[in-house]
């Protein structure tokens, strides 16, 4: 009964950036763990591109490390990737996931995937 509704793609040059957001809503109360971007390009496994546990430490794939900035807002519910430096392998669909626990699952942790938002890295 959560919902994770992605936000911010879109199409941008080669060298320019963009900041993608994640949020979490549901009618019942609940807890994020972990929140995590992911992406696919076409023809492509899905991959991990950054990760942020509520209060550790944040991990990022090679590809992006000093380029992509991810962060959260834990009283907002909401994940964000900041995307600088872009470059045409960019291009994919992003996908926000969170491991969320409710009182309907008896507070157990959940996986929860966005829907994705499509990001498109022109050269």
């Known amino acids: 009964q959560v919902q994770l509704v992605e936000s911010g793609g879109g199409l941008v040059q080669a060298g320019g950036s963009l900041k993608l957001s994640c949020a979490a809503s549901?009618?019942?109360?609940?807890?994020?763990?972990?929140m995590a971007w992911y992406r696919q390009a076409p023809g492509k496994q899905r991959e991990l591109v950054a990760r942020?546990?509520?209060?550790?430490?944040?991990n990022y794939a090679d590809s992006v490390k000093g380029r992509f900035t991810i962060s959260r807002d834990n009283a907002k519910n909401t994940v964000y990737l900041q995307m600088s430096s872009l470059k045409p392998e960019d291009t994919a669909d992003y996908y926000c996931?969170?491991?969320?626990?409710?009182?309907?699952?008896?507070?157990?942790?959940?996986?929860?995937w966005g829907q994705g938002t499509q990001v498109t890295v022109s050269s």
């Open positions: 549901g009618s019942m109360l609940f807890s994020i763990g972990v």
């Open positions: 942020a546990p509520r209060s550790a430490s944040t």
């Open positions: 996931y969170a491991e969320i626990a409710t009182a309907g699952s008896n507070w157990r942790a959940q996986a929860y």
